[in-house]
């Protein structure tokens, strides 16, 4: 793609943000800081932005960070509107996770020892939840929130010198990615499905919200997630174990870095309960299994709600595109200086966030672009190669001698 073509892009985005900052030298603050989000700069921190910015000192970036009048929830919509436009479709997934900001000391706004799935042990940094909107287009972050541990929110001194808000409570990880569905389904983003890892699926509010709204979902569970029947309760895992060895079928949800990331899977449709009118539920809830085919112990477990008449296909290419959101934390990460930020304060590091959400929007509507103009759709987020063995790709959840109308619909709940 040329030079000028990105150059247009850019500063339409940049033109599109502008009207939220009221002043014209906050606007050319904004403007000098994303670029250099962008720019080829070693450590995205602020004396290395301003030098790429030209400017003698980052006290003017620092400003845009820590002082100035702008709203950064304002800036986190038009990126929403953004990728909507660039990135959109009807089909479109919305992916929940969670990343640790690796920080020292105290006093950064929600940091405390505590578990970074980023590093894979407990660290002393910040934690925020983050929703990314995935399509067959491509794929960008569109919302986040810092997670605040209640050694914060139950110190109301230390919140004040972190500029928290007064009423910032505390609220768990699920509950924040509850805020994050709900916005973004105020938002123009065009999402038909939800997925996010067993921190969350595991949660029967979390599922139930996303039902309510009329999506479908796709969430990982542990394999002691408990299913609920008319007969009993059992564990996911106790029911995938029932499945005959033909309702495994090879298919992919996907491709990675080293191609199509093939599994064996089982899925199995829960019985329906009409409305009190009679009429049929415009979806349905689904138990779901995924199998290692070199390591066939090595099974990951799933809860699923699908629009009715879907066929297991759906639900797998939903499975499989929860990976877009690890794909956008390093590049936003590696190109954006996501994590690179020296704020300590609340508002501040909500600032940094979104402006960095910004300048990766950009970089994955040209990508998106860029795989346009060349015929091949690089973020695809790929079909799955089935060859079904019956009409559905299904197996008959149940065991012998009991019916499989026995497992109602409620799970874990």
Request: proline share 5%.
């Amino acid at each position: 793609m040329r030079p000028d073509v990105w150059g247009r892009e850019l500063e339409e985005v940049l033109l599109r943000v502008g009207r939220r900052f009221g002043r014209a030298d906050l606007r050319r603050r904004m403007r000098d800081y994303v670029r250099a989000l962008l720019g080829p700069v070693g450590r995205k921190n602020s004396w290395q932005l301003a030098e790429h910015a030209g400017h003698s000192t980052p006290h003017g970036l620092q400003n845009l960070l820590n002082r100035a009048r702008w709203d950064a929830d304002a800036v986190r919509d038009d990126v929403q509107a953004y990728v909507a436009e660039r990135l959109g479709e009807d089909d479109g997934v919305l992916v929940i996770d969670e990343t640790g900001f690796l920080k020292k000391g105290d006093t950064s706004a929600g940091v405390q020892r505590q578990y970074s799935g980023t590093a894979g042990r407990t660290e002393n940094c910040q934690v925020a939840v983050f929703a990314a909107y995935a399509s067959s287009r491509g794929r960008a972050l569109v919302d986040r929130e810092l997670y605040l541990p209640k050694s914060w929110t139950s110190d109301r001194e230390r919140c004040r010198a972190a500029k928290v808000p007064d009423g910032r409570g505390f609220a768990t990880k699920t509950e924040l990615a509850r805020i994050l569905v709900a916005r973004a389904l105020a938002s123009p983003l065009p999402v038909s499905w939800v997925t996010a890892d067993a921190l969350y699926g595991q949660d029967w509010h979390f599922r139930r919200m996303v039902e309510e709204a009329g999506l479908g979902y796709v969430v990982a569970v542990p394999k002691s997630q408990q299913v609920k029947s008319l007969a009993g309760c059992w564990r996911i895992d106790q029911l995938v174990g029932d499945a005959p060895d033909d309702a495994w079928e090879r298919l992919s949800c996907g491709d990675g870095a080293k191609g199509p990331r093939v599994y064996d899977w089982a899925a199995a449709q829960l019985p329906a309960v009409p409305f009190f009118d009679g009429d049929e539920p415009s979806h349905r809830r689904w138990v779901m299994a995924r199998r290692s085919i070199s390591r066939p112990d090595e099974i990951a477990y799933y809860l699923a709600h699908a629009p009715t008449g879907t066929t297991v296909d759906q639900p797998v290419k939903v499975a499989g595109s929860r990976w877009a959101i690890e794909s956008c934390f390093q590049s936003a990460k590696n190109e954006c200086g996501l994590d690179e930020y020296e704020v300590r304060r609340y508002p501040a590091w909500y600032r940094h966030i979104t402006l960095a959400m910004l300048a990766h929007a950009f970089l994955a509507a040209m990508t998106a672009q860029a795989g346009r103009e060349r015929g091949a759709a690089e973020t695809d987020l790929s079909s799955p190669r089935s060859a079904w063995q019956n009409s559905d790709g299904l197996w008959q959840l149940g065991t012998p001698g009991r019916p499989t109308t026995s497992i109602a619909t409620s799970i874990g709940h």
